[in-house]
């Protein structure tokens, strides 16, 4: 889309291949940015306050100049290829990728039924096929997992301005559990229930804590699930890099932030970047990552919820608790300052948060 946009791409041979078409509403994108985004005309519903709440602490935030936004995966999907469609030069063809090599001048892309030979030179190939890598002992590997209801209730039920990003008052008997809402209208609204655990529930489970969460902390009864979308999001310390048998995009090119899982406004910068870099010749091989200290603060987080050092609950409710909301949002995006970074991260227990950083060093 970034492509197309810029219209420096008229002509361009472009190949794109998935499995199969994308024609279900199979996820739901959440993010925050400041001003309109790339994406506006398809964000579905925005906010301008937020909730977090925890048995310690609760709070309705104004996040301004920020607006948490939300896409529906189906509005996403329709939009892209309809502008896809109507551009001669794409060629989109649904087929499982197995592999591509290089043969002397060409390269070799293997599908499942056919295989294509394009030139080598000039080519660029961008993977978004995600692979998790190898295990070592140093690796560590949560799930962010959820289950979510849209419901329709009989009765005004929710404050449409604002979402819950965070509920934490939830049992934390199985790990790091928190339920967040999107409310669409006083009467409808998303609900999910979400992990960051080793391992998935028994699918009946989500159903279970999902009726509680809504019967017991939302206070309704009456109510009708109109959809269901379920996902898992790996949270891991694998290394990923951008430059591999062609250029690792999205998730596969560690664009989901490894202690949140928010991974589309990651996605959208990068993606600017390398259209950027392809208009005016730069090399990608040089192509600039996040600074290396946020995989450092991820890392350490991830080992102090993936070996229980401190509840998942705890730590985010200190987070919130102490820091201003704005700052918060841009130490999340990767944007914050070193002092910025300072402030927050003496606001959280420093030597559960010490250890676990000097283990990632
Ligand atoms: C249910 C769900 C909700 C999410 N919600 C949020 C959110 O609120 N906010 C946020 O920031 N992130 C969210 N994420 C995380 C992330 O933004 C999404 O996973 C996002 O779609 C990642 O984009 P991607 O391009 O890396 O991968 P995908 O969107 O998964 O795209 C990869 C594509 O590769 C195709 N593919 C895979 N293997 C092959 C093959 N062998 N041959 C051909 N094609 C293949 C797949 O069909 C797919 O279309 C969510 C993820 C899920 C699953």
């Not at 939300?70 to 989109?92: H, L, P």
């Not at 995006?333 to 420093?350: A, F, G, H, R, Y």
């Amino acid at each position: 889309m970034r492509m197309i946009r810029s219209g420096k791409f008229t002509g361009k041979k472009i190949l794109l291949l998935d499995k199969e078409p994308k024609t279900k509403n199979d996820r739901t994108w959440c993010f925050w940015e400041k001003e309109n985004g790339f994406f506006d005309e398809v964000v579905y519903r925005k906010w301008d306050r937020v909730s977090f709440l925890s048995n310690e602490f609760s709070s309705a935030m104004n996040i301004t100049p920020y607006q948490y936004k939300m896409i529906r995966g189906i509005d996403f999907y329709q939009y892209c290829f309809t502008e896809i469609a109507k551009q001669n030069s794409i060629e989109m063809v649904y087929a499982d990728v197995k592999k591509w090599e290089y043969e002397k001048d060409d390269l070799l892309l293997r599908l499942n039924d056919r295989e294509f030979r394009l030139f080598a030179t000039g080519t660029h190939i961008f993977n978004s096929i995600y692979k998790p890598g190898e295990q070592n002992k140093k690796s560590i590997r949560l799930l962010q997992h959820f289950k979510g209801w849209l419901i329709e209730t009989a009765k005004p039920s929710f404050d449409p301005a604002q979402a819950t990003i965070m509920d934490f008052r939830m049992h934390q008997q199985h790990g790091t559990t928190f339920a967040y809402v999107l409310p669409f209208s006083a009467t409808s609204a998303l609900v999910e229930y979400t992990l960051f655990t080793k391992e998935l529930l028994p699918p009946e489970e989500y159903d279970k804590e999902l009726g509680n969460y809504i019967h017991s902390f939302l206070g309704i009864d009456e109510y009708t699930v109109q959809e269901q979308e379920f996902g898992v999001i790996p949270m891991t310390n694998e290394k990923f890099s951008f430059a591999g048998n062609g250029w690792q995009i999205g998730t596969a090119g560690g664009q989901t932030k490894a202690s949140s899982g928010y991974t589309f406004q990651f996605i959208q910068k990068q993606s600017q970047q390398v259209v950027d870099y392809l208009i005016t010749g730069k090399n990608l091989n040089y192509l600039p990552a996040a600074p290396k200290r946020f995989r450092f603060y991820d890392n350490t987080l991830l080992y102090i919820l993936y070996h229980n050092k401190l509840a998942g609950d705890k730590i985010f409710t200190q987070l919130f608790k102490k820091n201003k909301p704005r700052q918060v949002l841009r130490f999340l995006d990767n944007e914050s300052s070193v002092k910025d970074e300072l402030k927050i991260i003496s606001s959280l227990p420093t030597l559960p948060f010490l250890k676990a950083a000097l283990r990632q060093l």
